[in-house]
Each structure stands twice: as C-alpha cells, then as structure tokens.
C-alpha cells in the first residue's frame, strides 16, 4: 500500500512549487486539497505565459495576439469537453461549480412548486439554489452523512423537475452510485444534475457513460486557476435556455431601430456575455492536460491506496471519529471528515493547532454542509483531504499531531 501511495506522489511532487514551502519551521503538509488544491509548475506557465506573450481579449481582436489568446482560449475549452466526453459546443464557461448550479436552477425556470430532489447532506452549492428557485426535496441521510439512496424513487412524484447530487460528497468523500440514480430518475421522465466539484480530479468521467443530463465543476479543485469553471448541458437543453446575462461578445446583431432586437450566437457563446476569464481559463486546460499526463486511472489507485492508510490510521487513535469510517475504499476518494474529542478545543482550534505545531493544513468548521452537521448533530469538524502528490510520510505527519492532540 505504502508503495503504491508514494511511488507516484514522490515521482510528481517536484511539479508543484507550493509544496517547497515551510510553515512554522516544518516542511508544508497540504491536506486541504477539497477546498482548492496547488497549482503545478505547467498551470503556472501557462497562465504567466498568456500574461507575458500573447495578452489580448478574446474572440475579438484581429491582431496576431488577439489571435494567439483566441487560439489557447479555445484550446481549454477543447481539453475540458475531451476530459468529460462532451462536444465543446456543449461547455459553458463559467465562474466554477457554483454559478453552474445556479446557471441550471435558472434555466429550467423553475416555480415555487416545482420539486428538486438532492441529498440534505449536499454542499450549499447544491442546496440553496433550490430554495431560492424551486422547492427543495432533501434525501434522507444517516447519522454518518451518507444519503439513503434506496429512498430516491419514493421522493420523486409528478412534480418533480430535477435529481441533482454531489458526485463525490466534500464530507464523506463517499461516491454517489450516479448510473442508479439515472436509471431510476430517467425511469420516471427526470434530468439528473451531475456536481463533479470533488470528483473531476479524483475520477475518469465521461457525461455518456453516466448518463447524466448536466454537469457542473471547478477548475481550482483540479489543479487548475479559480474563478472558472463549466456547466455542461445537453445541445437541446442550451438551445432553449433563458439567457441569464446579456451584454457583449454574445451577440451576432444587435438592430438599433427595433428596441430589443438583438441576435444572440449560438451557445455556448450566447450565454458569456463580457470578457471572460481569460488566463484562469487558459489556465484549466494545462491543469486537463496535467491530470492527463499523470493520467486518472494512476491517480485514483494512488486514491484507493491513500483513503485506507488514511481513514484506518485515523480511526486507530483512541478519542477520534471518522465520518463514514466503514466506507469502503471503491465507494470514497482519499478524503476524511473527523471529530476530535480534545476537551477545550473546538474543532476549529485542532485544525489551527495542527498548522502551528506540525505544518499540515486541513479545513475545520462545516464545509458549507450545516445540514449535514446538524442531522448528524456535530458542532463542526476537521477535514483532511489528500492529493495525488501527498506521500505515507505526510499522513504520517497528520496522524502524529493528531494523536497529540487528542492525548
Ligand atoms: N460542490 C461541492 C461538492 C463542493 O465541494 C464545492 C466546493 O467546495 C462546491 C460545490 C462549490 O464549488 P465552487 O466554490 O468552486 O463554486
């Protein structure tokens, strides 16, 4: 096991030049990799290469700069639809997974008794949109977080106008059975949205294999920039979909005698409207270009390895409970939510003692699921959330503050 987990890490550890960083007098230990992960050497380049060679708009200039950005701009879109098995007319860009979710709840111009069923242990991404726009069917969950999957075809009725889950939870780590839920969903005439946030570089996915009808995802949880990320829909889907945002680069005529007669492209153009992202962009495809390098199947054995060296040597330390502790390693990435039982110490000072005293960085609180939390009845959590790069050494380190910590 050990050697499967830092034969790899080992080998792509010099990539990431964050990772050569102290903190506090000892080597960094980035555990923290569900919340965004470091950015590789070949991101950086990327992104400091637009800036320093071929800075310009895109889809806009004539000039050859504006043509070179035009061309890496495009490109990303390319990577990413070839990493899912879209079409790269089917990608919108957007913000990350967030505006994604927001941008579907919005196209289906939902009512407020139009049913969105989604398990209540989601993150808020994929929770408050169906608040705002629909009305929220939340899923049962047990007291460890993990939704009751076998209760799905009982929640879904006449109304119901979307199946929405989390492909990999960002508290569990446990991985939703996506061709199910599309099978039992779709049995009964309902689209099913896909939140790819915590799974994109974790799992291969491909859209047809799982049959889903969208998928939202971020770039900065898979080595990529932030503040870009995709929604992906079906071409009839985008095709009929309310634009959300008007301005420019979205449109192909705009008559100045008829008030309100414009043309808009066709999608995904006519939905990203004003200047995009353009370098986090540009930025995402070297992160697609990068998973692929390494290649997901060598990253999730890396994955499969990790989470039980992970989840079994945290659950060994007396004063310690894991999350879905008996999840089997297929059904979860390498990720571990915990609860420390340190009289005095909130869960958010066992993260903050954990950086000081041993350099590892985790996230503490509640992980933007406080639905989760309060059904599973936990005042908050830690969370450790390893990557490719991390090797046994580091969770070693992890395990060693916390054990003290708990002592
Ligand atoms: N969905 C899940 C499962 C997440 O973990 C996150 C971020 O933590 C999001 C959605 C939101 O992603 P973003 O903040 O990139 O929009």
Redesign the pocket.
């Given at each position: 096991m050990k050697e499967t987990i830092d034969s790899l890490a080992k080998k792509v550890r010099p990539d990431f030049p964050l990772l050569r960083r102290e903190i506090s007098g000892r080597p960094l230990v980035f555990l923290d990799n569900?919340?965004t992960t470091p950015k590789p050497k070949a991101v950086i380049d990327a992104v400091v290469g637009y800036y320093e060679n071929a800075t310009a708009n895109v889809h806009r200039g004539v000039h050859a700069l504006g043509e070179e950005a035009t061309r890496l701009f495009d490109d990303a879109r390319r990577e990413v639809a070839g990493l899912i098995g879209a079409q790269p007319s089917e990608i919108v860009l957007v913000?990350?997974?967030?505006?994604?979710?927001n941008f579907v709840a919005n196209g289906l111009e939902l009512g407020p008794e139009d049913e969105v069923v989604f398990p209540a242990s989601?993150?808020h991404?994929?929770w408050i949109p169906w608040r705002v726009h629909g009305k929220p069917v939340p899923m049962p969950i047990d007291e460890d977080g993990l939704p009751k999957w076998d209760s799905l075809e009982g929640l879904i009725t006449k109304k119901t106008r979307l199946v929405s889950v989390?492909h990999?939870?960002?508290v569990t780590g446990a991985i939703a059975p996506v061709e199910e839920i599309v099978r039992i969903a779709h049995a009964h005439g309902v689209p099913v949205l896909l939140?790819a946030?915590?799974s994109l570089s974790h799992l291969p996915l491909d859209v047809q294999k799982l049959g889903v009808d969208f998928l939202?995802t971020?770039s900065?949880?898979a080595f990529g920039p932030?503040g870009v990320?995709i929604l992906w829909g079906r071409k009839d889907f985008l095709a009929k979909c309310p634009l959300y945002q008007v301005g420019g680069g979205m449109i192909s005529l705009n008559n100045d005698i008829d008030v309100g007669g414009f043309v808009p492209r066709d999608a995904p153009f006519k939905f990203e409207a004003g200047t995009p992202a353009i370098e986090a962009t540009i930025g995402f495809g070297a992160a697609v270009r990068y998973l692929r390098q390494i290649g997901l199947d060598h990253i999730r054995e890396h994955d499969l390895a990790m989470s039980r060296y992970l989840v079994e040597g945290l659950a060994d330390i007396p004063g310690v409970r894991v999350l879905a502790r008996k999840l089997p390693p297929e059904k979860r990435i390498a990720l571990a939510t915990f609860v420390v039982d340190a009289p005095a110490m909130t869960q958010e000072s066992v993260a903050r003692a954990l950086s000081d005293m041993f350099g590892v960085c985790v996230s503490a609180g509640f992980?933007?699921t406080h639905v989760l939390h309060a059904r599973a009845k936990l005042a908050g959590t830690v969370r450790a959330s390893p990557h490719v790069f991390n090797t046994t050494e580091e969770i070693d380190a992890l395990l060693e503050g916390v054990r003290e910590i708990a002592g």
């Open positions: 569900a919340s913000r990350g997974t967030t505006e994604a979710i989601e993150h991404a994929n989390g990999v939870s960002n939140d946030a915590q939202a971020s900065h949880k932030s990320g992980h933007c």
